[in-house]
């Protein structure tokens, strides 16, 4: 499946058209990293992959 068809295929599921991906729309999706979206496209495995803490601030550094 190219990150085009999961693109159209998620934006029919949700019957929107609000739908962004970045990226070749070529690319072939081998996996997809949400558990939510696994429903949506059953034909694309599903692994967690940790984005770690989006509420993390990075230290700042006063000279």
């Known amino acids: ?3 085009e ?3 159209r295929y998620i934006q029919r599921s949700f019957g929107t058209k609000n ?3 970045a990226g070749d729309p070529n690319l072939r999706v081998k996996m997809i990293g949400d558990e939510w979206l696994k429903p949506m496209v059953p034909e694309v495995p599903v692994r967690w992959i940790s984005s770690g803490d989006p509420f993390e601030v990075p230290p700042i550094r006063i000279n």
Do not use: D, I, Q
Request: glycine share 0%; no cysteine; charged share 10%.
């Open 19 to 21: 739908v962004v991906v």
């Open 5 to 7: 068809e999961v693109a």
């Open 1 to 3: 499946m190219s990150l």
